[in-house]
Structures are given as C-alpha cells and as structure tokens.
C-alpha cells in the first residue's frame, strides 16, 4: 500500500481500477497467470528482451554512424541494463512467485528501481530512471504487439492516471467509464479540475509521481475530498473508505433534498445562485440541483471537443438547445474563451506565455470574422430567451467598446434580413484581470453587468498560473490582494446601478459566502454539485454579520489571517465532509 497527497480539486471517493494512460494508452492488466503457462510467459519474456536487444543495437549504430561514437554510446546503458542478469532474474522471479504475466512483472520491476533510482536526487540516478522508463515502453511494445487497449475500447469504470490532462481530453471521457482521475501535475481552478467538478468525477492533481508509482490494473482510492490517494490498499483501509464513500453519499442526498429552498439569508436577503456549464446537456444536472439559471456557458468546449469552429447553426442549436430546457431562467452565454490551455488543434504558434497571450477577446479581435458568427447566434438566440452575451478576459474598455460595435453592426444585419432578436440584450463582461478590477467605474458605466472571474483574477493578481502545482500554495483568494480588487469591483458596479455576480470557482467555496455577501454580492454561478451546499449556507446567514465579516476581512493584512477568519464564520458541515477548499 502506498499513500500519496496532492490537491484536492473536485470532492468525491472513488475505489476501484486504474487506467494508466501512458505508453500510448496501453493497459497493462493485473492478472495472474496459471502456474503451467510460467514457463512459457518466461520465454515471451525472454524473446521481447531479444528482440528489444537488437532493436536498441541498430539504432546505436545507426545514431553512431550519424552521430559519432560517444552518442551512439548513450543508447549503450539500455542495451546493458538490458543484460544486466540481477534485473532479469528479478522480472523473472516475479513470474515465477507472484505468477505476473510478463507485461505485468515488466512495468513493476522496472518502476520500482527507477522509482529507487530517483529517490536518491542528483542528474546520473534522473537519467538512468529514464533510460529505465524507456527500456519499458520498449519492452510492452513488443509483449503487447497489437493487443493495445485504449480508454475507448474500455467499458468497466476506471480512474485515468497520467502525467496530465488537457482541457479538452477531460471534456471527451465517455462518463460512464472514466469516473476519477489522479495526475502529476496542476493546479485547483486548471479548466481541467473545474471539468471534473462539473462531472462529478472525484479528482486530485499536483501528485508529483503518481504517474510513474501505479501500474495499469492496480486498485486505488481516489480521496477528492482530502487530496488522497491509496494505491495497492491494504483490506482496513479500503473498508474505511467505503464506510466514506456512503457517508459523503448520505450528506449529498440530504443537500439535495433541499435544493430548491431559496437562497435568502435570515434577515430576509435574496441571493440568487447560477450554475455554470460547458455543455448544453449539464443543464438538466444544473436545475436537478438547484440551479436558478445559468451564470456562465463556456461556449469554448464547442470549439475544443469537435476541434473546429462551430458554424453560425452549430452554435444557435447549443444556445437553442439550453434555452428550451431552461424554460424562462436566464442564460448567461460567454463568448469564446480560447487560448492559453483552451487551444484548437489548428492553432500552432507557439507562445512562451500563452496566459498573458493570445486569449480570449484577444483571439477573437484577432479573428473578427469568428467572433461575428458567435454573437449573429447569440442575438439570433436572444429572440427564445432570457439570453446575455458576456465577454471575458477584458483588460480595458477599448476592448468593451469594440465588442459593443460589433453587437451593433451584427444587429443593423439581423435587422436588415428580418430576423428577430432582443434590441436590449444585455452585455456584460467578466472582470478577471486586475486592470479591469482598477477600472471597474469606468466599465461600469459602459456595460450592463459583472462577472467576477476569480479563477484568473488570483492568477493575474498574484502572478501564480492558476494550474502549475509547483507554486499552488501561493494561489489563494483569500490573499488580501484579490479581496481588495473583489470589493472594488462590487462596489463600482452597485455605484453604476449594474449587476454583479461571480463565477469564479471561489464563489463556489463557503468560506468565501460571508465575506462576498458582506461586499454587495447578490448573485453567484458555481459549478452545479456547489450549489445545494451553497444555498444552505446562505440560509444560515444573516447579511447584517455578513458586512461585518467583510469589514473585518478588509482590516487583514495576511492570507492565512484571513482564512482563518472565515473558516470559523461557516458551520464545519458546510465544509463538504472535510477539507477540500476550491478556490
Ligand atoms: C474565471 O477566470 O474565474 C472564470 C470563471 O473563467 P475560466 O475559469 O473559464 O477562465
Ligand atoms: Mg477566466
């Protein structure tokens, strides 16, 4: 058994097999063998490393023919470790004690002492760790030969295990087979761990090693919650999380019970709570939680999952689609949101700092006739329902007065062709950079509402990439910083007479409920399975305390002061069975 602890970002426990999607997704199962047939996986054994001999031999001399001897040289340590008689005897003796199949006592064997290996630091024990991994993959490519199985050949439910996960990879798992996922690297609000939310997948990131500590097959726990994962759990710790498991099962199915309560704190203030989505078919789960409508469509995860630009129809269909199942409850519709870790396959400059690059409303002034497509749909939309246009990533209002030029001149040709839409569609943008923070009285003026996009605001405040692990103990919310910034946006917007609302993943947390609350905020959109947990917390408030918890809050002067603060301000039970925190 092995315990590994990284970042909680979506809650949930999940206890079963591991898909490792490395070595070109191969699956390397778990299964022992019959003791008549060890003498032949000895020999399958024995011919891979044959046939890997001569393969690693060519490329040497090849690469020393090109290249000169002492590159050709490198290659030489695989062909050694390859020979080495105490590692074979140990592939070996694991097919014959443990009755592995051949596949199997590989990927252990050579793990292990790679893993031993880079226990020890420093460059020579890194490289020969990779040169171990590499002998690997060299080793079940031939065992496997063409028995390759992918996630989509899969039909049991498995946790993905991986170094890392795109955005888009996450949002094309077929749902009814990929129920958790663990990986090396990322951080609490990467577009990856806000899928897994909106999936209700229980996941953990930032593991470091998880990739290369687990072997396709093996059982694990996935603690979404506690940022925990067990491999290889011995019996009493597995018992203990399936008593966990219907704990936190039992504590959901009480939420739900009360999800259609309304928000309303005790002295009687209103909060209205949103869900936000990526897919037009996540409404259904929205309203079966609670919803009151939706905050925030990230209409990108069209773009990515097909990996083309959806067509003017393709995009009218989606917004159609969720305006019928919402039936009178607004649609917030976000123009697309490209770039940085949302990129089509058809973009392939590279940039150096894709987050302060091309992104976002800058993807789309870049691409004018894209975004045309987008908003003709939006207004097109906007004739069936309670439909707003929101535009993300602003950064300063020449970017808001172009947008709102564009609305115009696409309205003059709706009218033109005599189709119908909304001529008071309103137009919002998300405030997610610190200079539209800055600004937020002179956006205010200028647009029809705000949405607080914390996710990118604590990254662009305190200059942490909001999915980089390494420095994920710096990304907090509670940092004085954003709260400073949050309030200014409140305020500027209750000055202009304009909504505001947040959709960042901190309005999804309840320790943050006070304190936003307390600012002015009347209004939230969270990930869907949030918001019955949400709604009871605003039930236990009252907004008199509520401002003063946020008087108090703007008084601080250090994160930890501040989270402190509020943790005491929530009833412990609210905190979703443990310590998971998803701002
Ligand atoms: C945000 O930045 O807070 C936000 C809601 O947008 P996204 O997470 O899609 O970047
Ligand atoms: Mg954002």
């Given at each position: 058994?092995?315990?590994?602890k990284?970042?909680p970002?979506?809650?949930?426990?999940?206890?079963?097999?591991a898909?490792?999607?490395?070595?070109?997704?191969v699956?390397?199962?778990?299964?022992a063998?019959?003791?008549?047939?060890?003498?032949?996986?000895?020999k399958?054994?024995?011919?891979?490393?044959?046939?890997?001999?001569?393969?690693?031999?060519?490329?040497?001399?090849?690469?020393?023919?090109q290249?000169?001897?002492?590159l050709?040289a490198?290659?030489?340590?695989?062909?050694?470790?390859?020979?080495?008689?105490s590692?074979?005897?140990?592939?070996?003796?694991?097919?014959?004690?443990?009755k592995?199949?051949a596949e199997?006592?590989?990927?252990?064997?050579?793990?292990?002492?790679?893993k031993r290996?880079?226990?020890?630091g420093?460059?020579?024990?890194v490289?020969?760790g990779?040169?171990?991994?590499?002998?690997?993959?060299?080793?079940?490519?031939v065992?496997?030969?063409?028995?390759?199985?992918?996630?989509?050949?899969?039909?049991?439910?498995?946790?993905?295990?991986?170094?890392?996960?795109?955005?888009?990879?996450?949002a094309s798992?077929?749902?009814?087979?990929?129920?958790?996922?663990?990986?090396d690297i990322?951080?609490?609000?990467?577009?990856?761990?806000?899928?897994?939310?909106?999936?209700?997948?229980?996941?953990?990131?930032?593991?470091?090693?998880?990739?290369?500590?687990?072997n396709g097959?093996?059982t694990?726990?996935?603690?979404?919650?506690?940022?925990?994962?067990?491999?290889?759990?011995?019996?009493?710790?597995?018992?203990r999380?399936?008593?966990?498991q219907?704990?936190?099962?039992?504590?959901?199915?009480?939420?739900?019970?009360?999800?259609?309560?309304?928000?309303?704190?005790?002295?009687?203030?209103?909060?209205r709570?949103m869900a936000?989505?990526e897919f037009?078919e996540?409404?259904?789960?929205?309203?079966?939680?609670g919803a009151?409508?939706?905050?925030?469509?990230?209409?990108?995860f069209?773009?990515?999952?097909?990996?083309?630009?959806?067509?003017?129809?393709t995009?009218?269909?989606?917004?159609?689609k969720?305006?019928?199942r919402?039936?009178?409850?607004?649609?917030?519709?976000?123009?697309?949101?490209?770039?940085?870790d949302?990129?089509?396959p058809?973009h392939?400059?590279?940039?150096?700092?894709?987050?302060?690059?091309?992104?976002s409303?800058?993807?789309s002034?870049?691409?004018?006739?894209?975004f045309?497509?987008?908003?003709?749909?939006?207004?097109r939309?906007?004739?069936?329902?309670k439909?707003?246009?929101?535009?993300?990533?602003?950064t300063?209002?020449?970017?808001?007065?172009w947008?709102?030029?564009?609305?115009?001149?696409?309205?003059?040709?709706?009218k033109?062709?005599?189709?119908?839409?909304?001529?008071?569609?309103?137009i919002?943008?998300m405030?997610e950079?610190p200079?539209?923070?800055?600004?937020?009285?002179v956006?205010?003026?200028?647009?029809?509402?705000?949405?607080?996009?914390?996710?990118?605001?604590?990254?662009?405040?305190?200059?942490?990439?909001?999915?980089?692990?390494?420095?994920?103990?710096?990304?907090?919310?509670a940092?004085?910083?954003?709260?400073?910034?949050?309030?200014?946006?409140?305020?500027?917007?209750i000055?202009?007479?304009?909504?505001?609302?947040?959709?960042?993943?901190?309005?999804?947390?309840?320790?943050?409920?006070?304190?936003?609350?307390?600012?002015?905020?009347?209004?939230?959109?969270?990930?869907p399975p949030?918001?019955?947990?949400i709604?009871?917390?605003?039930?236990?408030?009252?907004?008199?305390?509520c401002?003063?918890?946020?008087?108090?809050?703007?008084?601080?002067?250090?994160?930890?002061?501040?989270t402190?603060?509020?943790?005491?301000?929530i009833?412990?039970?609210a905190?979703?069975?443990?310590d998971y925190?998803?701002?």
């Amino acid at each position: 058994m092995e315990i590994l602890k990284g970042i909680p970002v979506s809650p949930g426990v999940y206890i079963g097999e591991a898909f490792l999607m490395e070595n070109e997704d191969v699956r390397i199962p778990e299964i022992a063998i019959p003791v008549d047939k060890i003498p032949e996986e000895i020999k399958r054994f024995e011919d891979a490393a044959h046939a890997v001999d001569l393969e690693i031999e060519a490329i040497r001399q090849q690469t020393e023919d090109q290249l000169g001897s002492s590159l050709g040289a490198i290659l030489s340590v695989q062909t050694q470790l390859l020979k080495d008689e105490s590692l074979r005897k140990q592939i070996i003796d694991k097919i014959k004690n443990e009755k592995y199949s051949a596949e199997h006592a590989v990927s252990t064997t050579l793990k292990a002492i790679a893993k031993r290996l880079a226990g020890y630091g420093g460059e020579m024990f890194v490289q020969r760790g990779s040169d171990l991994h590499d002998l690997q993959k060299r080793l079940l490519k031939v065992l496997l030969g063409g028995r390759k199985e992918d996630l989509s050949t899969l039909t049991n439910p498995v946790a993905v295990i991986a170094r890392d996960l795109g955005p888009s990879q996450t949002a094309s798992f077929d749902r009814n087979v990929v129920k958790a996922f663990a990986i090396d690297i990322g951080g609490k609000t990467s577009h990856t761990a806000i899928l897994a939310r909106a999936f209700e997948m229980p996941a953990v990131v930032g593991l470091e090693t998880i990739s290369s500590d687990i072997n396709g097959g093996e059982t694990i726990i996935i603690d979404g919650n506690r940022g925990i994962v067990v491999i290889r759990p011995d019996e009493r710790t597995l018992a203990r999380y399936r008593k966990r498991q219907q704990e936190l099962k039992t504590q959901e199915q009480a939420l739900i019970q009360e999800k259609d309560l309304p928000a309303v704190t005790l002295d009687g203030r209103e909060i209205r709570v949103m869900a936000n989505i990526e897919f037009p078919e996540e409404i259904q789960g929205a309203l079966d939680h609670g919803a009151g409508g939706i905050g925030l469509f990230r209409t990108e995860f069209m773009y990515l999952t097909n990996g083309i630009e959806p067509n003017e129809q393709t995009h009218f269909q989606a917004y159609q689609k969720c305006l019928l199942r919402l039936n009178g409850r607004p649609l917030v519709i976000r123009t697309q949101d490209l770039g940085a870790d949302k990129i089509l396959p058809t973009h392939t400059t590279h940039e150096q700092n894709p987050y302060l690059g091309l992104r976002s409303i800058r993807v789309s002034m870049k691409f004018p006739e894209t975004f045309r497509v987008q908003v003709r749909a939006i207004l097109r939309a906007s004739a069936l329902g309670k439909v707003k246009m929101m535009v993300p990533m602003i950064t300063a209002v020449e970017e808001l007065r172009w947008v709102k030029r564009i609305v115009e001149e696409t309205k003059h040709d709706l009218k033109h062709e005599g189709q119908s839409f909304d001529e008071k569609i309103e137009i919002g943008i998300m405030v997610e950079v610190p200079s539209a923070a800055l600004q937020a009285h002179v956006l205010a003026k200028e647009c029809d509402f705000f949405s607080i996009g914390t996710n990118d605001l604590t990254q662009y405040t305190l200059a942490v990439d909001r999915g980089n692990e390494l420095v994920a103990n710096l990304y907090n919310g509670a940092n004085p910083a954003v709260m400073m910034l949050i309030k200014m946006t409140v305020e500027a917007a209750i000055a202009a007479k304009i909504s505001v609302s947040m959709c960042g993943e901190m309005a999804g947390d309840p320790i943050f409920t006070p304190a936003l609350i307390g600012f002015g905020m009347t209004e939230f959109s969270i990930s869907p399975p949030s918001i019955p947990g949400i709604k009871k917390v605003v039930r236990g408030l009252a907004y008199e305390e509520c401002k003063t918890i946020s008087i108090e809050v703007m008084r601080m002067t250090e994160t930890d002061e501040v989270t402190n603060y509020l943790r005491d301000k929530i009833p412990k039970e609210a905190l979703n069975g443990g310590d998971y925190n998803g701002n």
